[in-house]
């Protein structure tokens, strides 16, 4: 790649690199900031770095100046909003085109990337690319004749409106999945291609039954739409900085040795790791290549002696990061990961993989080099899961800090929303400033859910221009949002009644608090996991005939994923006890089509319970603290000790949030947690 | 073999065998007479029929007279109660010395059978022969040097007891599970034995990859016991006999190409079906092979068109079940079960097998043989779950028998106990004396569990000579028993307070209660599993830091196994939705080691739930009608709901079961029933 722009732009430019010492000459900041363009803005300036530490001025402002000349360029490769003007007929046809070349009888597109994680960057985008579809989750499947694309219950809605049905049928992912839908249409003898890198080998196991179900077969091939993509953007390039061990809690070398240890232990003389969550968790650094995330997307070999070779571009690496790393981590280019695969065969010690999380890649490459596998869970998951205490703390400070300005928000809404004139967007902005004012903040940690009225009933709901409504009296208002502080990571959705709620409303909401109460009260035996509890967060509802098509609660990291395994409180079956340290959200809700939707979230902290009895019994500590509408309760629909909580828990967002904001904000967040016992 | 006696006997016998036109001769007599002393007791002189139909009384006399004479011999084969006995250290010396003489560096015994059951016939009670442990689950691993016993927290004592700590190490078998244990034991290149048809595919998966953690592996090997075992017992051979549609609802023609359709939809040309109690649905046959459930135990090939080759010991189906199975049932002897998998592998069809309850053997002959596998359930495993509504009529026919029994023995229980002089086993055998007059009795369903005092906070006790208590004033009695009946399985335990209790007891009952009661009032959404629910049942216990150590809730079958699935309700993660029809326990309890016991259970019934809202929701019917103890309840820590449920059950047990019983039992059944709202 070649940079543009005017020649003189370029000298310019050369002399300011060379001024300022950088290693990179024109060619390689072009370069550079097509990896930046890649990624999420969020990184704003912080890439400078990576082209000279300090970076002059001067230097900057060229660098910015370069930067939005790429953007411009850069547009076409892939248009998050615009989906209509996708040519999504001409890209299928050429994905035929280049199956019928390769005699496959079809191909298998997933949403995932290499990394099998909830953010895709831009580069991994091939379902969106091909289909138009942008959920978070979702299959393509496209054969000669026809093609079906794959979503769950929370997309169908969404997909309708970004995929064209004309050429592609939607099928339900969870009641008809794509190894059904397979094991129907496939005709005997075809080969249906799939990008090993794409899925892990227990999906494959899954779509392979289907296909030969059929007499048909899947075949692993490089990737095709790879070759049809024109100007597909390359891997991002966010900076890697270290994150410091007053945040962590624990050394980046402990953490290696700890893990390496029980790996040798196990038997295991390496584990392959491929989850960026757990890479960014073992060695104490963050990134910022996909979005709201702060994820390096990489790869890493940890070994039992607890030394560690991570396959990352080197030129994301911040100023520093060498030495924070250490010596016991080798940094090798992503493309190395197949030959240190061979070299860990070629030594004859078993590896360890997860069949959950890994590529099927990795297995293929360790099977055909005659590696001896064993299939064991990332190890990173539970030590990640398990938060230490300054985690914990640095959890409860991030939530003190998010709780104040989500408070300061709900008392401008309560001041401005009888006014009418409020919109989602606008109304999300607000939060997002004034959450941008705490301490440590660095990022939302996803993209705000800013619903009003029947909006609000649309569960991953986000609100565009086209599909934002005004907060109209007699309606409810649902906001589900979060942020990335350095210390923490927060999540929390608030229901607020706008003007005066219907009974319906308050009794929905009732019942919805009465299984959040349930669940944050509960007190549960050692090895409990979360799809035990999960029916607590719903009877209320059940009793009623009514339900919601969400999980109760996701975990959540620590300045890392919002969505953080393996722990989870859900329908879904689930061998993962809750362990101390621990942290989930706790959000049962209710939906009514077309009308409104009702959400109450806050995190907690699995923690000893120290109440007696005869059994290691667990329990939440409850740590978002900002007030529930009080508007939206029906006392006679909750026992005492629900009413006990529901105000003791309000008494408390009060004693602490109130030192911490505006006279006005405490003023009006004396009168929102009034007692209602 | 051949049969003893005298030789005028045998004459005189061969003569009878003649006259009545019986198809045996003396020594098939005999070698019959091996098979039926190899099966439960309860089969009493049914067999008679297998050897002439109708059995002139002479013949039935002098069949008799030989099996009494045989039973005597046949004692030494294995001898059930008095494990002190055993030669166990011998046993132990003479397999080490097999596996020495085969090159294995150790070997696996399961519980297991051929079928993967939960009761095991005399010729499969391979673990008992070796260590002394007779209890439900359980595996032996034996190295040259050590040799460990695997069980779970219900036989822990129970193992201690009855094998030789000398001899085999006692493990957890869920906290330390064998494949742990064989990765942290075994030595690089040691090679350990298991025998193929004991294990399923998946336990041996996770046991090579225990064993490869260690450099070690696993090899199928023919099963060195079944050589060092003497006087081993031939396979049973209890009479086969028709079920008939009046009880099983649906015909086996019906049931046959209903199955095979559904297979062929899936891809399959044939299942193999391991599972006896499978085979008894479809077929609707029913046996006496092992004990408490009417299993023939037998093996099938199912086809896609309906038809089933039967692979059975012709010698034990009873006259007149050619004609019932029909031309589209071929039957084989068990041991061409292999050339027919062989075949199906010929044909190329694909052949569904199930690799959670079939024998890894299936798995591997098959594959030998080439065949096209299709890993899925067992066919028949759903549609036996869900009972039509015969089946669901003659359930809650044999628990109105079956309840009329339990309120017979609770009256005469309380108006025996308080003399201070009942012991278990008396107690026990009169409940049994009761059941044995009502219609369609046929055996009990489990061994009677009858806990007085401590011995009822035994989860599985099982009460004994030397073990048994009298029923004290001040302590509470545990009885949980069932019954077969043609029309209906029953599990039921009812826990009794003799003379006052305490209030520490009431407390703990209640608690109990309050589960039970949360189960038989739940509502919950179509697709809701069995696991979801559980916490619903030990909530009130959790509170106080209370628990038991089982499950909530197993499957009944319908004349067939007392415990039967895919559906449960308990901790363990298990994604089989609960489906109408479905019969399921409610069974929460509370145990205080070394003083008591309380359990209470109802067997209910899955019933779509029709109180409106917004979802299809089921909810439990309670078929099981015996009065709960209301001695025991502390209404003060009811709700309202909760004491109206508990008199409003009581109140309908009075209404059902008064008429059923004599007068004095119904006198003391009303005021046992009073509310206590």
Redesign the interface.
């Known amino acids: 790649m070649t940079a543009p722009g005017r020649e003189p732009d370029r000298r310019h430019l050369a002399r300011l690199l060379e001024e300022a010492g950088s290693a990179l000459d024109p060619d390689g900041v072009a370069a550079l900031i097509a990896g930046i363009l890649a990624a999420p803005p969020e990184i704003g300036a912080t890439w400078h770095v990576l082209v000279a530490d300090p970076t002059p001025p001067a230097l900057a402002a060229a660098l910015e100046a370069m930067r939005a000349g790429l953007a411009q360029d850069f547009r076409d490769g892939l248009a998050d909003e615009d989906f209509a003007l996708l040519p999504r007929a001409a890209r299928l046809a050429m994905l035929r085109e280049e199956l019928k070349v390769h005699r496959l009888g079809g191909f298998i597109v997933p949403r995932a990337d290499e990394h099998q994680g909830e953010y895709v960057p831009r580069c991994g985008q091939r379902l969106a690319w091909l289909t138009g579809f942008t959920g978070s989750a979702g299959m393509a499947i496209v054969l000669a004749e026809r093609a079906a694309l794959f979503v769950d219950g929370r997309y169908t809605l969404q997909a309708a409106a970004q995929a064209d049905a004309q050429l592609f049928e939607i099928r339900h992912l969870i009641d008809e999945p794509p190894a059904r839908w397979l ?1 129907g249409v496939l005709k005997k003898g075809m080969v249906v291609g799939y990008d090993p890198w794409l899925h892990t080998p227990q999906e494959v196991e899954r779509l392979k ?1 289907g296909a ?4 048909a077969s899947l075949k692993p091939v490089a990737n095709p739409i790879d070759r049809i993509w024109p100007g597909r953007p390359p891997a991002p390039l966010a900076p890697v900085v270290p994150h410091p061990d007053r945040f962590a809690g624990e050394s980046a070398p402990a953490k290696r040795s700890r893990l390496g240890r029980a790996l040798a232990e ?3 003389a390496a584990a392959v790791l491929t989850a960026p969550e757990s890479i960014a968790w073992l060695l104490n650094i963050r990134g910022g290549d996909v979005p709201h995330t702060p994820l390096p997307l990489s790869f890493a070999i940890l070994r039992g002696d607890g030394s560690v070779t991570l396959f990352i571009d080197r030129r994301k690496l911040a100023p520093g990061l060498d030495r924070h790393l250490g010596n016991r981590v080798a940094i090798e280019t992503p493309d190395r990961l197949g030959p240190a695969l061979d070299q860990l065969a070629a030594a004859g010690a ?1 590896v360890q993989v997860d069949p959950a999380t890994a590529a099927s890649w990795v297995f293929d490459r360790l099977e055909q080099a005659g590696a ?1 596998i ?2 064991a869970a990332d190890p990173c998951l539970l030590p990640k899961a398990c938060k230490n205490p300054v985690e914990l703390d640095g959890t409860r400070a991030a939530h003190r800090r998010d709780g104040a300005a989500v408070t300061r928000f709900l008392a401008w809404l309560a001041h401005e929303a009888p006014k009418g004139e409020l919109r989602e967007i606008a109304v999300s902005d607000r939060l997002e400033a004034l959450r941008r004012t705490g301490e440590n903040f660095r990022d939302l940690s996803f993209p705000t859910i800013s619903g009003a009225g029947s909006n609000g009933a649309i569960v991953h709901y986000r609100a565009t221009p086209q599909s934002e409504k005004r907060l109209e009296p007699g309606t409810l208002f649902l906001l589900d949002s979060g942020a990335q502080y350095l210390d923490g990571t927060t999540d929390i959705t608030r229901t607020v009644a706008i003007g005066t709620p219907s009974d319906e409303m308050r009794d929905r909401f009732t019942r919805v608090l009465k299984g959040h109460i349930a669940l944050a009260t ?4 050692k ?3 979360g ?6 967060a719903r ?1 209320a509802l ?6 919601y098509d969400h999980g109760t609660g996701h975990g959540v990291g620590s300045y890392l994923s919002v969505h953080e395994g393996p722990q989870r409180i859900s ?1 879904a ?3 993962q006890p809750l362990l101390p340290g621990m942290i989930v959200s706790n959000e049962p809700g209710y939906y009514k089509t077309g009308a409104y939707g009702i959400r109450i979230e806050n995190l907690v902290v699995v923690q000893p ?1 120290q ?5 290691d ?1 667990l329990c939440f500590e409850t740590v978002t603290l900002a007030p529930l509408d009080r508007a939206l309760v029906a006392p006679d629909l909750l ?1 005492d000790e629900e009413i006990a909580w529901f105000d003791s828990y309000q008494a408390r967002v009060r004693e602490v949030i109130a030192p911490l904001v505006d006279r006005e904000t405490a003023r009006w967040l004396e009168a929102a947690t009034a007692p209602i016992g």
């Open positions: 094991a039954g030969e179900r059929a007499g196990d038997g295991a078993p001896r064993l299939r509960a007190r549960f035996p090895g409990t996991t799809a035990q509890l999960d029916a607590l009877r059940w009793q009623k005939g009514l339900d329908k079956p689930n061998a319970s109440n007696g009895g005869e059994r019994m026992e």
